[in-house]
């Protein structure tokens, strides 16, 4: 079974749309846990930290549900800019586990 | 602003070189990574370092070490290079812990791309 699992995608979705992406993680005792973005051909970066109780940066939203390990990402009002790959990633001790990516295309 | 640097965006080397890559950070961090990302496999984790001097195999190391003689410097060697390690190859530097108002988060370098004919 992998660490983290994402759906692929892709999601095709207009411009102004609200898009949800989910991801679950194995293992229970890990302790940190982020969405990267990745541009095609460019490294990940990271969008954002995500914490116990939820937090939201602009249009984002990150949550995370211990009890089910299970993280999300909402994008409200999607933009052409949101195009792009969202990883999952989830920290434990020194080591990250990545999900394998969903790709969001935002169209006009 | 944070930044880790590599050596070259794109290098082209013939089977059975010898290659090195390398990787720089300025943000003090204790971890350094290497991974590579192909198509469909997603990025997966070759070495790290979470000390000067130590390292740590990850998933797939086999055709390839590292040396990590100072914290902000970590180099990745193909020994002898072959097709199959044509790749992208990514590092990616982080904090021992969260804290310093950060979660641990890694920070990655723009990528080198590589291909071995």
């Known amino acids: 079974r992998k660490e983290v699992e994402q759906d692929p995608g892709p999601f095709n979705v207009p411009e102004g749309a609200t898009v949800a992406f989910n991801c679950t993680y194995s293992?229970?005792?890990?302790?940190?846990f982020f969405w990267y973005r990745q541009d095609c051909r460019k490294e990940p970066k990271l969008l954002m930290s995500v914490y116990s109780s939820g937090n939201e940066d602009g249009r984002f939203t990150a949550q995370l549900n211990r009890a089910s390990q299970y993280i999300s990402l909402l994008i409200r009002d999607s933009k052409l800019s949101d195009s792009a790959t969202y990883l999952c990633v989830v920290r434990n001790f020194n080591k990250f586990y990545f999900g394998s990516g969903t790709k969001l295309n935002v169209k006009p | 602003d944070v930044k880790v640097t590599q050596s070259s965006r794109y290098l082209v080397k013939r089977t059975g070189e010898k290659v090195f890559l390398e990787c720089v950070q300025d943000?003090?961090?204790?971890?350094m990574f290497w991974y590579r990302q192909d198509p469909g496999l997603g990025l997966r984790l070759i070495y790290f370092?979470?000390?000067?001097?130590?390292?740590e195999k990850g998933d797939i190391p086999e055709g390839y070490s590292v040396s990590r003689e100072k914290k902000e410097r970590f180099s990745l060697i193909l020994e002898s290079a072959s097709t199959n390690q044509t790749s992208m190859y990514l590092c990616a530097s982080s904090s021992w812990t969260s804290g310093r108002g950060g979660r641990g988060e890694q920070y990655f370098g723009p990528g080198t791309r590589l291909t071995v004919t």
């Open positions: 370092s979470y000390d000067v001097k130590m390292k």
């Open positions: 943000m003090d961090h204790e971890n």
């Open positions: 293992n229970s005792a890990s302790q940190s």
